[in-house]
């Protein structure tokens, strides 16, 4: 049997070493028309940063060698080619046309099997000024060297970083990490769009209060240089001093040869494969970067490139080449990044995502320590969960904070892909033990928190709609029911101050005919406030999602 | 609706605070016969170690407000009556008899629901000396503080912690952050019943590196001391001297009172409920550490009292008081300790436990980094996965190491919840980021390796049935596939070398006709070393489970 993977870098390394260990007697090529084969592309930023040392970590195995050619032939029994491009497919003799980079020569490959594992390539944005020295993308070893060797020369004391997706954050925060003065330009009006609005600003708080300029609704309109070089950034929010640019605006997958070999791409321009990672020719598989996929919530096709993905994904394309039958069942746009201290994580679908979907959803805000509050090291972490009204489902969750999100979003994963309800959520038996979760793990409160709004005990309100009220002027209260020493650290703007403890003496303060909006830190107490003013005969009482913690506009401090 | 509530621990409050935000019209009466309410019982270890600095942390709120009787009155409208006992129900009249313990006088509560959360109490051994002083449990806050006193007063050089559970590591670990010599004494053959033999070795050696005298298949036989103060535990292992003894050797369902009103007992000892928490009495409840629950995998009764359990079942019991039908489906048996720097964690069924519960299972030891090997912070742990055989599902898990075991418990708690297979959780849409996890997270890694064994792809090998060979002197060859570096460091007794790059070229060094145990560090080299060996013609090749990150026994180091 003979197989052809192009493309070395994830998928493809995984595909053929999967087939070599399922039929020792295959044949099996690997090509690369770059130099450097099987790295952990996502591991760039953190060789920028210097957290990764040395570039040959990024290639090499745990025990420590090498995996370039002579490790996949010796080991795996893999032939792979580098600085070798497949140029032409003819898929009626199940040749590959190959071009050596290095001598021009070309030359045919025979398969029985093929199998497109391409990748993807940084999109780089059609503006003026694109080509000027120290403009770099982040996608490869040489991009990663040539931005820490920019950076290492001393000369970067202003550093642009355009695109606040994944790559772009921890782009961002790897460069400030290095002493450079940062800006971080995102043309929406959020940072990182796998997070609903409000779970992004609170990542872009942490990042400006970590010294990263963060400029969102602001589009790059040229660059600008010097000698050839960059000096600056030209944007709608006016000119960026850059000796370094990084873009970071996202990925597209390679197709091309695909599609000169008549393949059929999906309608997310990746190329469409069946649940096999079959495209729509059954001799040729692709996988990976260069494919398209299907979202687990709504099953329709979706793009999400991803490492993990792609691992995945060679082990089912090798077995069902070696007659084994798999299949990849698909995503759930599982997401983590670290941001300075924070873990920021997310998987299912957004608030937004879930509605332009056609769902009914319901979302909850709830913070909380990530461990008992009275042990050292509990962190705060913010939770938001997105529930199917219809199904009462958990079909997406996002974490942000200090303390570990990841650990809720990979659990909320699992019971996504499992399609269970909030309430089925709330009953999980994790782990639980002081130093590793609260006895109520923050999970399970969240899902609680979404089983009391469901079932409409009381009802909320989202700090975006808080805000409209104010910024329209509304006479609303905002009932602050924390101690007088948390009020005074941080607050609410024109928030009312009556302690939990003292609400039921001091009900008669507050007024019966305007709206009262309760919370407190993370609006547990705020809710019990509400059940008190109601049980009090006041009508129109609501709690404010996620407290003062997730509140995601300006906040006052110090004594009032 | 008239309710009371029989203790005041965890389950109580939970109950009597949920029933008032669902019924702000009810009454709710809270007996507890101790001092100390709503404290968390899990933190005692900490607050033992210094870890935990006060006391009233472990009866705080987040905020840092007292859960005192005044707190549970004015917050929750609760009432709460501390160092009063329910002597006795009358279930015709529904009627308990109460004591208050200060005064001695007796009165009577009416019920319209009655809850037992009469909680658990540490079993005292009827051993010879258990009266002498220093001999204490752990259970309460006046344990602790006796516990701390004695260790503050700096007459502590040696304790003795009798039982190697959880209490009794955590116990242990504490005692010995605050400078004493500490002997762990467990009966059976190994610490920790919650894993499988060989994961609890591991645990072992590690506490022992810490300077923990573990002595397991060890019975205590008598404490001694002089002046009425324990000196010495005498042991079938020989005396150990003691300036202070922890109990730690389980606990029991406080349930006289529930047999005394003539409630039904379950086949564990604990108060037999339904799936809505509800006793033999339709009006009577019981929840927490005195009732019994359902094992999720095996639908059997089972006694599996924690904190994070009597939460969620306080809920459960509310709603259905409150007339919102809700059920507690029951528990895996999850459980995580901090054992030094290891994160000691589990779910499900243990390999020992599946098989006398009549699974026909296969098990997977498979150790790795928590993090891609290349970025700082990457911690080995080592995850065993049990997989019933006839229908693939995961079952039970189980990870030891300093990385972060937890957070792949939790993920696997979910699918054993959901009945996934090993198939599906191979697929799983983890969150990945190298801060985070491999590409493969270990979960998924472990879940592939236990469908090549499903599959029969490469025989695998115990470490135990290993070792048992090498005991009857059977004459195999160990194979060590791993670099000479690695080799040198550590590595298994009586093993050969040759570094899998080498081993296409060396396999005529090996001898056909004995058995050949190929392992590396992890056993991934030493499966591709089987089937290297396979294709060559060899037939008696087997895969050594876990490698030498997970041998269970003695290993050699330095230079051969």
Request: proline share 6%; hydrophobic share 45%; glycine share 8%.
């Amino acid at each position: 049997m003979k197989v052809v993977v192009i493309g070395a870098v994830a998928a493809g390394p995984k595909v053929a070493s999967r087939i070599m260990r399922l039929r020792p007697d295959a044949q099996v090529t690997v090509l690369e028309r770059n130099e450097h084969i099987s790295f952990a592309g996502c591991g760039l930023p953190y060789y920028v940063s210097g957290a990764v040392k040395e570039q040959k970590d990024l290639m090499s195995t745990p025990a420590g060698v090498k995996r370039d050619p002579t490790f996949f032939e010796k080991v795996k029994n893999v032939r792979v080619l580098t600085r070798t491009e497949a140029v032409h497919v003819d898929r009626q003799t199940k040749r590959v046309r190959v071009r050596n980079l290095q001598t021009g020569a070309e030359s045919d490959l025979e398969y029985d099997y093929l199998v497109f594992a391409t990748g993807a390539s940084p999109i780089r944005p059609p503006l003026p000024g694109l080509d000027l020295a120290n403009v770099f993308t982040l996608h490869s070893i040489p991009d990663a060297d040539a931005v820490r060797q920019r950076v290492d020369s001393g000369m970067v004391h202003h550093a642009v970083v355009i695109g606040g997706g994944l790559i772009g954050v921890e782009t961002a925060e790897s460069l400030r990490e290095r002493g450079c003065h940062v800006t971080l330009v995102e043309m929406m009006d959020q940072i990182l769009w796998p997070l609903d609005w409000e779970m992004a600003k609170l990542v872009e708080q942490h990042m400006a209060a970590n010294g990263v300029d963060v400029l969102t609704s602001t589009k790059v309109l040229a660059f600008h240089g010097a000698q050839g070089a960059v000096t600056r950034v030209e944007t709608t929010s006016g000119d960026i001093p850059a000796d370094l640019v990084v873009l970071g605006v996202g990925v597209k997958p390679n197709v091309e040869l695909a599609v000169n070999a008549g393949l059929e791409l999906g309608r997310t321009g990746a190329i469409r494969v069946d649940s096999h990672l079959r495209t729509s020719d059954p001799a040729i598989y692709a996988l990976g970067d260069c494919a398209e996929t299907v979202h687990l919530v709504t099953g329709e096709p979706c793009y999400a490139p991803l490492g993990s993905t792609a691992n995945k994904q060679g082990r089912v394309a090798a077995n069902n080449i070696c007659g084994i039958e798999d299949v990849f069942p698909g995503v759930l746009g599982s997401t983590v990044c670290r941001v300075f201290q924070f873990t920021v994580a997310r998987t299912g679908l957004t608030e937004k995502a879930a509605r332009a979907a056609g769902y009914e959803v319901i979302s909850v805000l709830v913070p909380g320590p990530d461990k008992p509050h009275y042990m050292p090291g509990a962190n705060p972490i913010i939770l938001k969960l997105v529930v199917d009204v219809k199904t009462r489902r958990l079909i997406g969750a996002q974490g942000v904070g200090m303390g570990e999100a990841d650990k809720r979003i990979d659990a909320a994963a699992v019971a996504i892909t499992a399609g269970m309800t909030v309430d089925q959520v709330a009953k999980l038996d994790l782990c639980y033990a002081p130093p590793f979760s609260p006895a109520m793990d923050n999970l399970i409160t969240a899902a609680d928190v979404a089983r009391n709004k469901l079932d409409g005990r009381v009802p909320f309100v989202s700090p975006m709609e808080v805000h409209a009220k104010l910024q329209k002027g509304e006479d609303i209260v905002l009932l602050d029911v924390r101690s007088p020493a948390e009020y005074e650290t941080v607050r609410l703007p024109n928030s009312t101050l009556i302690p939990l403890g003292a609400l039921r003496g001091r009900v008669n303060e507050l007024p019966r005919d305007k709206e009262i909006i309760a919370f407190c830190a993370v609006s547990l107490r705020g809710y019990e406030a509400a059940l008190i003013l109601k049980a009090a005969g006041l009508e129109r009482v609501r709690v404010l999602d996620g407290g003062v913690a997730a509140w995601p506009y300006e906040k006052v401090m110090g004594k009032k």
